[in-house]
T-cell receptor, first 115, second 113 residues
């Protein structure tokens, strides 16, 4: 258990509204990631963080922003939700040291439906 | 750029059959890591194995085995004597240590009783 929680686990929202998803970890891992999973696309990286206030864009970052003001929380915001952002969102962490330091461990996911 | 290809979109087998899931990767890095993850119907992503580019030894864990061949840029996953509980989507992934994972599109395995 990598100690990762995501909230909410399910959300239904309307087009044009802002939405924030939270990823919380309990083990002070430096690296955190947000992916989205869609049929036929596998998992695609949205944004990632390599430390507090240090973030970078991934493959599909348009329409998303992130913030990391403390080690344990990594927030993903959909500034104005669109139906194309209906997806399952996964947060992941990566240990910065140890035998499995290259391995990412995933949270349980958040199902988001944008109507 | 790194790329992972899982050419098999869906596979269906009868219980107790052996099945191999293919994974082909592309990278220009000399140091890289390959992974397999399992996503059962409940939806979570479960880490199965990590292999680094300097270790071409095959690995066996119970009914699971992995065949890493740098010469063909492949990292295939075999399930021996498949069971219904093996039904899931399996993802192959790649990174170069500090870089984020790049995933294949996944292979959906259905094991029929």
């Amino acid at each position: 258990d990598a100690g990762i929680t995501q909230s909410p686990r399910h959300k239904v929202t309307e087009t044009g509204t802002p939405v924030t998803l939270r990823c919380h970890q309990t083990e002070n891992h430096r690296y955190m990631y947000w992916y989205r999973q869609d049929p036929g696309h596998g998992l695609r990286l949205i944004h990632y963080s390599y430390g507090v206030k240090d973030t970078d864009k991934g493959e599909v970052s348009d329409g998303y922003s992130v913030s990391r003001s403390k080690t344990e929380d990594f927030l993903l915001t959909l500034e104005s939700a669109t139906s194309s952002q209906t997806s399952v969102y996964f947060c992941a962490i990566r240990p910065a040291s140890g035998y499995y330091q290259e391995t990412q461990y995933f949270g349980p996911g958040t199902r988001l439906l944008v109507l | 750029a790194q790329k992972v290809t899982q050419a098999q979109t869906e596979i269906s087998v009868v219980e107790k059959e052996d099945v191999t899931l293919d994974c082909v990767y592309e990278t220009r890095d000399t140091t890289y890591y390959l992974f397999w993850y399992k996503q059962p119907p409940s939806g979570e992503l479960v880490f199965l194995i990590r292999r680094n580019s300097f270790d071409e030894q095959n690995e066996i864990s119970g009914r699971y085995s992995w065949n890493f061949q740098k010469s063909t840029s492949s990292f295939n996953f075999t399930i021996t004597a498949s069971q219904v509980v093996d039904s899931a989507v399996y993802f192959c992934a790649l990174n170069s240590g500090n870089t984020p994972l790049v995933f294949g599109k996944g292979t959906r395995l259905s094991v029929i009783a």
